[in-house]
């Protein structure tokens, strides 16, 4: 029993549902007083390093959302056959918790393949990738702000995937994208606040992620938007010092380990 059983189905929370979940937990960060002692990098630098103005970033995002919903609604079209308020039957919690770690690693592994490909393909990223990398200071709102194929490519068709090989239900869809939308958020939200479960419990955080924004650290730290797995097997995964900077907040620096 979900809250919106009776009122929407399965299929069309699935497709909103990790929208207005961006959205929300995005405008959180947004919201925020500027928190000077826990971010990652100072305003200035914030400032001066990013390219792109806020609105264009929303633009992009707002762009490949839209995108996203489309395939969501044909993807679930073709898999279910429920209707507007129709439901299908669950499988236990146990087997939805197995389907979703399932997906985890299946997103984990094409976004890894498919964004060091990007990296490594020199068109590739200077006409595509490189529009992500405008952000070399992470901000929540512009986790999502991709060039529209690397958006179609890396986050929609590696979701669709993902929810195909684990077998999973529209409803258990759900909980799945909402959950991965929310870990993007926060993996590019610019803060080490204390007591961020995400930062207690995945290598693959903040921290871990601002240091391939930066220049040195393009060459490695591909993995997202779960673990740390593929980088620390195929050679590119690179740890960080946190370090406490003197006029306030955290820095990322490359580890001398």
Known sequence: MVFWEGYVSDEVMGTFAP??????????????PPLDN??????????????????SVV??????????????????????ETGLVGTEIQPSVLIQVVQIIIAMFVMDTWQYFVHRYMHI?????????????KLVVPYAIGALYN?????????????????????MTAR??????????????????GLWLPGNLFHLFFQNNTAYHDIHHQLHGLKYNFSQP???IWDKLL????????IKRPEGGFEARLSKD
């Open 19 to 32: 929208i207005v979940v961006y959205w929300l937990y995005a405008g959180f960060f947004q919201l925020l």
């Open 38 to 55: 826990y971010r990652l990098h100072t305003r200035k630098e914030e400032d001066a390093k990013n390219s792109v103005p806020l609105g």
């Open 59 to 80: 633009k992009g995002v707002l762009l490949q959302q839209v995108v996203q919903a489309a395939v969501a609604h044909l993807l679930f079209l073709v898999t279910s």
């Open 121 to 133: 393909n020199k068109f590739l990223y200077r006409h595509i990738h490189s529009q992500h990398h």
């Open 147 to 167: 060039h529209p194929l690397e958006g179609l490519l890396l986050d929609t068709v590696g979701g669709a995937i993902s929810f195909l090989i684990s077998g």
């Open 172 to 189: 258990t869809a759900v909980i799945f994208f909402c959950f991965a939308v929310v870990k993007t958020v926060d993996d590019h939200c």
């Open 226 to 228: 779960f673990f740390p």
């Open 235 to 242: 050679g590119t995964y690179m740890p960080y010092d946190l």
